[in-house]
């Protein structure tokens, strides 16, 4: 049986996952001396400036902006997509934050990768974008793979007493992470480009973030500390290719989500924390005993299941019933190259 290619949409959430891989390891080297609030500005501020600065340095971005920030159909949208921001930057990232805390990755990683039930459940609900029995099964082993490789790397590393509260923090931040998916699916089909989306998430979510940063003092405290340290060079460094890294993956998710529907691109991007594991033990000789790499081929045996469920990579406009395609001008999606079976069948 030969395979079909893939879509752009699945390359797009593939480069995304590789992306956030590398910033995670990259963060890694960074967690130790800075706060993690900290960190979040500095990874999420190189995307907020690239998103906002090729939205009004391109006439044809800026125009369009401009036309739906004139109607109020789209200034509604754009206050819920800075709501969205917000919910993610200042309320999902942090009580992910707190659930690494008290669970350490073992408990807080699985909990959080319920993004993926969460987007496969709010697409379905508010986007017509309704999975088969075997993309949930596929969506089911997935998330046993991220529990097996949560086992595997925590089997040695104890847990505190207080654990049990990183699995609802872990699974609320998860329903935050949703949020963006679906929302960056509507506001496409209503004709707002990828870096426009970036923009209005990043302006009201990460503009609160380091403004809490500010006020408290630890910017202050950081930038006094990167200039007077001996040893600040190599954090400072890991802080901007952690940044860079973020840009490649926030633009190609964003855009993924053009062709892909939400439940498919989140399992793929979700895949990131299988290429973390790989890569750490490649470069950084971290363990990958039994249990981890028997997750690493449940994640993407589920991704692959997920994936194989036909249609529905269309975006659902305003007014278009749910399932139907209804593509805006700057989210077309390309079509699906057919298979040697399908070139030969005669049509009609």
Known sequence: MRLPSPSRGQVLAFVAAVGYALQSLTMRAAAPSVDPFLIT?????????????????????RT???????RPEGR????????????????GNPLFVKALALGGAV???????????????????????????TAWVGVGVFISGILLLSWGQGADVPVGPAWFWAVPLGIAAGFTWSLA????????????DSFAILSAFGVAGLGAVGAGVAATGKMAAFIGWAGSHPDALPTVLAMVSAGLF???????????????TVARASVISSSSVTIVAVLAWAFLG????????????????????????AGGSAVAGK???????????????SPRKPTKRQEETPAG
Do not use: K
């Not at 973020?246 to 892909?260: I, L």
């Open 286 to 309: 971290d363990p990958l005993n039994p249990t981890m790499s028997a997750g690493i081929l449940a994640v993407f045996a589920g991704a692959a299941m997920v994936q194989a469920q």
């Open 41 to 61: 500005v500095f990874a999420g501020l190189p995307t907020l400036v690239f998103s906002v600065a090729v939205t009004l340095l391109t006439p044809t971005r």
């Open 76 to 91: 509604r949208l754009f206050a819920g997509l800075a709501a969205v921001g917000l919910a993610v930057y200042a309320v």
């Open 107 to 133: 408990v807080a990683t699985p909990a959080g990768n319920t993004v993926v039930i969460w987007s496969a459940l709010l697409g379905a609900a508010l986007l017509g974008e309704r999975l088969n029995r």
């Open 319 to 333: 007014g278009t019933p749910a399932g139907r395609a209804a593509v805006a001008a700057p989210c077309r999606p």
């Open 64 to 70: 369009r902006l401009v036309g739906l920030f004139r």
């Open 246 to 260: 973020n840009v490649v993956a926030q633009v190609s998710m964003t855009a993924a989500f053009c062709h892909e």
């Open 181 to 192: 998916g679906v929302g960056t699916r509507l506001a496409h089909g209503r004709g707002v």
